[in-house]
Every structure is written in C-alpha cells, then in structure tokens.
C-alpha cells in the first residue's frame, strides 16, 4: 500500500481518477494533508464515508514513528525516525534568526563513500520515497507545534542519486496547496552528479543548489570523495555553468576544513581559482569529527587564515554556524549510530 503523500497533487489527481472520483475531490484531500495537516482520513469531514472507505483501503497516512528525539544546547533537535519497513532514518532541526530549517534524509544510507563523512558508513540500502521525506517533514512540524520554514535535503544520502523521488518531494513542499515552503528556501546538496545537476537546470523551479567540494583540486578530491573520479572537477565546473546560465541562480559550495588535508593558504588559493568567473560562494564548515575516519578539525586560527584568503581574492565566503554538534546532528554526523545495527539488520534479505 502506498503513502498518500507520495503524490504531488497532479499526480494525486491522476490517481482519484483511476478510483472513479471527481478531480476535485483529490484536490480536497491534498489540502486537507498540508493546510490543514490532518493525519487521519476519517477526520476529512467534507468528504463522503464511502470515498474515505476507499481512501483507508488504498493509502496509508500518519506520521512517521519518532524513536529517539536528541535536543542539542543550542535548541538543535535530532530524530531517529522508523520507516514503515523498519528502516530508521535521521533528520534534524535547527532553529535560526530567520525560521525553523529541517536536513531532510533522502536515502536509507549512502553509497557516494566520502572518507569524512559519518553517513556513509552504512551503505545505500534503498532509496526514499516522496512521501517518506514529506513525512518527516510532517512529524516533526505535528511533534514541535511548529512550521517548518526551510528545508535542506542535506540528510543521509545522495539526493540527485535518488532524483525523481527527491523532485517530487520538492514539488509537493512547495505547491501552494501543499506546504507552500517557497522554492528559495529550499536547498538541494549534490557531491556532484553532472548530469543530474544538468537535468535540473531545466527543471524551471527556483530552489538552491549547493555543492559538497570539499577540495581545491582533482587529487585531494579523488582522495576524499570517490565521485570525483566519474565526475571530475572541470567537468562539474562545467556542468555548473551550465546551470548558472539556465537558471540565473548562484550556488554555494561547501568546504569541509580537514586539518594538514584541505586547509593550506595555497589550497585557498586554488579554490579560488576553481570559482573565478562562476556565480557562487562557499561556505566553510567546520569539521565534525567521526570515529571510524580520523580527521580533524582546523585550528580556528588556520580557519581564519583560509577565510581571509578568499575574501582577498575577492571570493564571498561564509562560516557556517555549527547545530547540535553535541548530539552528534551536525554536518557528516548522522547515521543512526544507537542502532545501526539495527538498521543493517532490517534489510539483510534485500
């Protein structure tokens, strides 16, 4: 049985259809799961008994089940989420000046190998549905009371390796009858599928793309990020003008500082180079550490050298504030680590 919220709304329409009911009656039901955020058919009072048989009988809906819920010092809150099939999923929310951003985990672990990050030391058992990531979106705004403002789909996973589902998703928060979170709040992060990134391009919505670098040059980069050598740095550079043409929209580069790995004035310099005539900025990230890897985080001191080099040379660069690092939910950090085996366990017949 599938989610009610994997569909966008055209696609719940084609689906009402297929049931033999009015087009209108589709759109009632979307409004009735995002509007109003009603989580059971039966409370859908406009609608006849029988259509809300029918609608028990073929869909499900309700939020997902919270496992675990971590509150950080600084109001960060991590949940350890269970999908319907047992698999358990992470997504954070981090409360800022201008709203309430959630990471949205849009695979059920990862298999893009990056050497720092925590998230893919369970490799990709499956993708997300639509309606999985809407779902969480959904249960932490039923479990906080509160709107989500912005949304980044910067969770476990590669989102363009698991695109259709993840533009969907993108469709349904953003319809004005759906959650109607605007498209420049939201962000999509790739580690640099070119031709997803090219796809997009033409998707004509006006979302935010952001790109996991992470090195200054191919050789620090096939170290660390296993996609670089299909994709290449001047290929994706590439594939990123490509972008900033057809869209008009800047993107940002993240750049995780790796102490004596990444973080050299003269690495400053070669990033700099890389963004020379490209509509961008990077943000600079401090390093959160995982076990199992052994990097470290940049003296703060070497931090403020590279920065300063950028600014010189005349790249916009910004220091992310870091959330919930004590909860282990920030940045390359989650992976369901109180029960990863739990979760491996899940899914040893796939």
């Not at 989102?159 to 993840?166: A, I, K, L």
């Not at 920065?307 to 992976?335: F, M, P, S, W, Y």
């Amino acid at each position: 049985m599938k989610s009610i919220y994997d569909y966008t709304q055209e696609q719940l329409i084609n689906e009402f259809l297929l049931l033999d009911e009015k087009k209108f009656r589709a759109t009632q039901v979307f409004e009735w799961l995002y509007r109003k955020n009603i989580q059971n058919f039966n409370e859908m009072s406009n609608l006849s008994l029988d259509l809300r048989q029918k609608l028990i009988s073929h869909f499900e809906i309700g939020p997902l089940k919270i496992i675990e819920k971590q509150i950080s010092k600084d109001g960060t809150i991590k949940y350890l989420l269970a999908l319907s099939d047992g698999g358990l999923i992470e997504t954070v929310l981090m409360i800022h000046e201008y709203g309430r951003s959630l990471c949205v985990t849009s695979q059920l672990g990862c298999n893009m190998g990056c050497l720092f990050c925590a998230s893919g030391l369970l490799k990709k058992q499956r993708d997300l549905s639509a309606g999985e990531m809407v779902n969480q979106v959904l249960t932490v705004m039923n479990d906080t009371g509160e709107r989500i403002s912005h949304v980044v789909v910067m969770g476990t996973g590669e989102p363009f390796d698991n695109y259709d589902q993840v533009m969907n998703f993108i469709h349904i928060i953003n319809h004005a009858k759906g959650l109607a979170i605007g498209a420049r709040h939201l962000t999509i992060s790739t580690c640099g599928l070119c031709d997803k990134i090219e796809k997009y391009a033409n998707e004509g919505i006006q979302t935010n793309l952001a790109i996991s670098l992470h090195a200054p040059n191919d050789e620090i980069r096939d170290q660390l990020m296993p996609i670089n050598k299909r994709f290449p740095m001047d290929d994706l550079r590439k594939s990123l003008q490509y972008y900033i043409e057809k869209t008009n929209r800047r993107i940002t580069f993240e750049y995780i500082l790796l102490k004596g790995v990444n973080d050299h004035i003269i690495h400053a310099r070669q990033l700099a180079h890389y963004m020379r005539g490209l509509n961008a900025y990077v943000n600079l990230i401090p390093y959160n550490a995982v076990d199992e890897h052994g990097y470290q985080q940049t003296d703060y001191k070497d931090v403020e050298i590279f920065k300063d080099e950028l600014l010189r040379l005349k790249i916009n660069v910004t220091l992310r504030k870091e959330h919930g690092r004590d909860i282990d939910g920030a940045c390359g950090q989650l992976r369901a680590k109180k029960v990863g085996e739990s979760v491996r366990g899940n899914h040893s017949n796939e």
